[in-house]
């Protein structure tokens, strides 16, 4: 598993090549990269700063891509996720998890996306033409987030 933080931008196409390299059972990559919008709750976006506390957002991550392990048959995971000072089409996160099909794989990614979104410590605050704002989770995230409290797979 591979999780990193950082400032700088990334390159998915290397990315994704270093993690599938040398394993030839891998049957499937699913990748989802998060950018930064210009426009959130009807006000344009001009930047966005995320903050973080290095240690505790490393664990909670380390948590999060360990519980994808345990529910789903997946060989690797990755996590970037950006931290410091975006503007509006930068990337922002890749999750990315490879698996023997695509089943675990789309599932796998799509709950460490969701539970990024609504457990792991990032503080988000725009900058908009009224001024600036924390931004707090939406109830969208949190219900997509919810279902994986139900519904476990069977490895």
Request: a negative charge; proline letters at 3%.
């Amino acid at each position: 598993m591979r999780i990193r933080v950082q400032t700088e931008d990334f390159d998915v196409g290397a990315e994704l090549a270093q993690l599938r390299a040398g394993n030839p059972k891998i049957g499937a990559i699913a990748s989802f990269v998060g950018l930064v919008r210009d426009l959130n709750e009807n006000a344009e976006v001009s930047e966005m700063i995320l903050e973080h506390y290095p240690a505790m957002t490393q664990k909670s991550l380390e948590g999060i891509v360990a519980e994808a392990k345990n529910r789903w048959d997946i060989y690797d995971a990755l996590v970037i996720h950006r931290v410091g000072k975006l503007v509006p089409t930068d990337q922002i996160v890749l999750v990315a998890v490879t698996s023997s099909h695509r089943g675990e794989a789309f599932a796998a990614c799509e709950f460490i996306m969701d539970y990024l979104k609504t457990q792991a410590p990032f503080w988000k605050k725009e900058q908009t033409t009224s001024g600036s704002r924390w931004v707090d989770s939406r109830e969208s995230d949190d219900k997509a987030a919810q279902r994986w409290e139900t519904k476990i797979e069977s490895k």
